[in-house]
C-alpha cells in the first residue's frame, strides 16, 4: 500500500479552522501572518455566495475576515457594501469602512481615482442608484462579486482537526495499538486517560464506598482493561457500571440513565472484559453466559447452558475470541465468541472449580477447585499436564487439602521472581498462606497472614505490574504484600461482614473489594 503523504500547510489549515471555530481569532491571525497560509474555506460555499447576493453584508464581511483574497476582489467588494450603506443612507458606516479598513486604504494609494470617486459619492447630500452602480442593477453587481469571490474559496466540513484525530484514534483502536475508547483519551501519549500508569502503593484507605440495597450485594466486580469502567454483578441478577472516582453510577451511558441494565435472572457471581474493553462477559448461578457491548448495554451472545451449574469465574483468551469459564459443575469450559458455542471441557476436578486462567501465552489454562488442587491443562488438547496440590503451612495436617479459593498467572515475566519457568502463579487456599509457585509445582515464596485465628485467606489479587499482593482474610481485613520481598507491609480493615473479592484497577492504584453487607469500597493510597 503506497503512503499517503500530507502537505504542512494542510496541517496548518487545520489548525487555523479549529482557531476560527473555538473563538482564538488573535490566535488564528498571528498563525496566518506568521506561516502566510491562509485558511480560505468556508462549511458551506452556497450559504456564504446566497448571502452575498442578498447583501447580508454583516454575515460576509465577517466570513471573508478569515480569508485571503485577491485585492481587486476584495475592493470590488468592499465598494459594493460601502455604497449600498449609502443607499440606505448610512453614511457614516459607510465612510468608516471608506476610511479605516485595508482594503480601501490599499485602494486610496492604488487607484486613488477609483477611492476619490467613491468618497464623492458618499458626500453628496443625494444618492443616484444609476451612477452609484454604472447604470446596472445593485443585483447584476452582487452576482459578479459572488462569482469573482467563489473562484477563491474551498470547501471545508466543520472541526475538521477533531473529526481526523477521532478517526485516527478509532484506527488505532481497531488495529489494537490503543485499548476500547469509552472515555477520555490522553492523545499526545496514545493511552486511555486513565490508563496513564502511576508507580504502584498499596491504599491506604477506602476512598469510596458503593452502597447496595438492603437486600442486595455484590457477588463480583471487575475493571475494564482501558481503566474507564467497574462492573459489577449483584445477588439480584443486575449488572451495574460505576464511576471508580464518585462511587455513582455511569449516567453517560444512556441505558443506565433511562433505567435499563444489563441482567441475569438469577444471581451474577462472575464477570470480565474483553482486552479492548468493548465487551463484557457475566455469568450467572444458573450457569448461563450471557456477553454484552457495554457501551450501548446489548447482550450480542447468550449462552443459555454454558455451564450445568453456576459460573464462578470468567477470564478471555488473548485474542478475545473466547471466553473461559469455571463452574460449581467441576468443569472448566472455552466458548466461541463467533460460534456462540462451547468449544472445550476441561476436566480432572472432584469439586467446585473456583478459577481458571489462560497462561501468559495462551498455551495452558490453569484451574484451582475446592477439591485443594490446581490443575494445569493444555489450552489446545484440553490434557492434563499437571496436577498441583499446594503443601499447607506446617501448622495444619498435611493428609487434609485445602480448598484453591483462587489462583492467578503473574503479570510479569517469571524472571522477576527468579523462576525460569514459562510461568510464575500465585495460589490462595483457605489457609493463612498465599503461595507463589511455578507450574511443576515447585513452591517459589509463601506469604503469610500471621494469624491461625480468623487469618485464613478468602481472596486475592496482583498489583498490575505484579509488585503488590493483596488478599482479604476471614478478618475483613486487606493484607499488603511486597512480592519482590514477601513481607507483610500493611493491613487495612475492608468491611463489617464477609469479603467476597478483590480486584484491581488495571493502571490506577485504586483496588475495589465487594462484599456482603452490601458494599462495593474502593481503596487508594
Excluded at 64 to 86: F, G, H, K, R, W
Excluded at 283 to 308: I, P, T
Amino acid at each position: 500500500m503506497a503512503s499517503a503523504s500530507v502537505e504542512s500547510a494542510d496541517i496548518i489549515r487545520l489548525m487555523l479552522q479549529f482557531c476560527k471555530e473555538n473563538g482564538l481569532h488573535r490566535t488564528l491571525q498571528t498563525l496566518q501572518e506568521e506561516s502566510r497560509v491562509s485558511l480560505n474555506t468556508v462549511d458551506s460555499l452556497d450559504g456564504l455566495l446566497g448571502d452575498v447576493n442578498h447583501g447580508r453584508w454583516d454575515v460576509v464581511l465577517q466570513a471573508v475576515s478569515y480569508l485571503s483574497l485577491p485585492e481587486n476582489v476584495m475592493q470590488d467588494l468592499y465598494v459594493q457594501v460601502i455604497l449600498e450603506l449609502a443607499e440606505a443612507r448610512e453614511v457614516e458606516t459607510a465612510l468608516h469602512l471608506l476610511r479605516e479598513t485595508s482594503p480601501m486604504s490599499t485602494m486610496k494609494q492604488e487607484v486613488p481615482e477609483r477611492y476619490l470617486r467613491l468618497e464623492a459619492l458618499l458626500k453628496k447630500t443625494y444618492f443616484d442608484p444609476r451612477e452609484a452602480f454604472d447604470g446596472e442593477p445593485k443585483e447584476k453587481k452582487r452576482g459578479e462579486i459572488a462569482q469573482a469571490m467563489s473562484k477563491h474559496i474551498s470547501v471545508a466540513p466543520p472541526s475538521r482537526l477533531l473529526a481526523l484525530v477521532g478517526q485516527a484514534l478509532k484506527w488505532q483502536q481497531h488495529a489494537g495499538i490503543l485499548p476500547g475508547m469509552n472515555g477520555r483519551i490522553d492523545v499526545f501519549r496514545g493511552v486511555a486517560a486513565d490508563a496513564i500508569e502511576e508507580r504502584e502503593q498499596c491504599p491506604t484507605m477506602i476512598a469510596k464506598t458503593v452502597k447496595f440495597g438492603e437486600k442486595s450485594h455484590p457477588e463480583c466486580a471487575c475493571f475494564s482493561p482501558d481503566g474507564q469502567f467497574c462492573v459489577s454483578g449483584s445477588v439480584d441478577g443486575f449488572v451495574e457500571v460505576w464511576d471508580y472516582q464518585t462511587a455513582m453510577l455511569r449516567k453517560d451511558l444512556s441505558y443506565q440513565e433511562e433505567g435499563s441494565f444489563m441482567m441475569h435472572e438469577k444471581a451474577v457471581i462472575g464477570a470480565a472484559f474483553s482486552k479492548d474493553s468493548e465487551l463484557l462477559a457475566t455469568g450467572s448461578q444458573d450457569g448461563q453466559l450471557k456477553v454484552w457491548r457495554v457501551a450501548s448495554g446489548q447482550c450480542v451472545r447468550r449462552y443459555e447452558k454454558a455451564h450445568g451449574e453456576g459460573i464462578t469465574f470468567i477470564t478471555w483468551s488473548k485474542d478475545a475470541t473466547q471466553i473461559l469459564t469455571a463452574s460449581f459443575d467441576m468443569t472448566a469450559r472455552a466458548h466461541g465468541l463467533k460460534s456462540g458455542k462451547t468449544l472445550k471441557e476441561f476436566r480432572g476436578h472432584t469439586s467446585y472449580v473456583n478459577t481458571a486462567v489462560y497462561t501468559r501465552d495462551g498455551a495452558k489454562v490453569v484451574t484451582g477447585s475446592s477439591d485443594g488442587n490446581v490443575i494445569v491443562f493444555d489450552a489446545r488438547t484440553t490434557e492434563q499436564i499437571n496436577l498441583i496440590t499446594p503443601p499447607p503451612p506446617p501448622h495444619l495436617s498435611s493428609t487434609m487439602h485445602y480448598a484453591v479459593n483462587s489462583a492467578l498467572v503473574a503479570p510479569s515475566p517469571p524472571g522477576q521472581y527468579g523462576d525460569s519457568d514459562d510461568a510464575t502463579i500465585f495460589v490462595c487456599t483457605r489457609t493463612n498462606v498465599i503461595q507463589m509457585m511455578n507450574l511443576q509445582g515447585q513452591v517459589l515464596k509463601s506469604f503469610s497472614s500471621g494469624r491461625r485465628e480468623k487469618g485464613d485467606f478468602v481472596a486475592m489479587t496482583l498489583s498490575p505490574k505484579g509488585e503488590w499482593l493483596y488478599a482479604v482474610a476471614e478478618d475483613h481485613r486487606l493484607y499488603c504484600f511486597s512480592v519482590t520481598t514477601g513481607a507483610l507491609e500493611q493491613t487495612l480493615k475492608v468491611s463489617e461482614k464477609e469479603v467476597i473479592g478483590l480486584t484491581h484497577h488495571p493502571s490506577r492504584n485504586v483496588l475495589a473489594a465487594y462484599s456482603s453487607d452490601g458494599t462495593l469500597a474502593f481503596m487508594k493510597p
